[in-house]
T-cell receptor, first 114, second 110 residues
């Protein structure tokens, strides 16, 4: 069984640029959620994708967008980067069933905005 | 109302001690309460989780106590080891969206 993988591991961008982060879900999982974790804070929910559609969104502006592909992998896109976007971006995958769906996290992508 | 409040912010214990981390919530719609362990440079790893209709759950050295009426839950780590040194996050699910606490940095000294 393959766990959740994310790429790249680290990324440095300048203010105003755009960035794309990638996530491969755990084998057998069909749902991907993205979280932003600022230094010293708990992860904050950005959005979730199920069946290639956004399925719930946290308190993040529209310049945060995403995609889910037929193989359940996902991308997080952030436009017009701001200094406060510097954080660890975490992807979590789960298998949607009728009950609670445990989420398994990847190692994250560390984004630094200068 | 969707906040999860976690305390303490940091905790130092000696090997063999029993650190306790507490969390509180307001929203009664939360339906699942997981705890995650995170080491520096890594993503959070699921440690143990509980549903609100259960008052206690034990897995190995980790125990969750859940008080539904008080809207509080806590993590106990029995016989703590230096390898348990990490940041611990409580969370609450509404549904499939996890709301995390602010984290507790635990240090276990030999």
């Amino acid at each position: 069984e393959t766990g959740v993988t994310q790429s790249p591991t680290h990324l440095i961008k300048t203010r105003g640029q755009q960035v794309t982060l990638r996530c491969s879900s755990q084998s057998g999982h069909n749902t991907v959620s993205w979280y932003q974790q600022a230094l010293g804070q708990g992860p904050q929910f950005i959005f979730q994708y199920y069946r290639e559609e956004e399925n719930g969104r946290g308190n993040f502006p529209p310049r945060f967008s995403g995609l889910q592909f037929p193989n359940y992998s996902s991308e997080l896109n952030v436009n017009a980067l701001e200094l406060d976007d510097s954080a660890l971006y975490l992807c979590a995958s789960s298998l949607r069933t009728s009950g609670y769906n445990e989420q398994f996290f990847g190692p994250g992508t560390r984004l630094t905005v200068l | 109302q969707q906040q999860v409040k976690q305390s303490p912010q940091s905790l130092i214990v000696q090997k063999g001690g029993i650190p306790i981390i507490n969390c509180a919530y307001e929203n009664t719609a939360f339906d699942y309460f997981p705890w995650y362990q995170q080491f520096p440079g890594k993503g959070p790893a699921l440690l143990i989780a509980i549903r609100p209709d259960v008052s206690e759950k034990k897995e190995g050295r980790f125990t969750i106590s859940f008080n539904k009426s008080a809207k509080q839950f806590s993590l106990h780590i029995m016989d703590s080891q230096p390898g348990d040194s990490a940041t611990y996050f409580c969370a609450a699910s509404i549904p499939d969206k996890l709301i995390f606490g602010t984290g507790t940095r635990l240090q276990v000294f030999p």
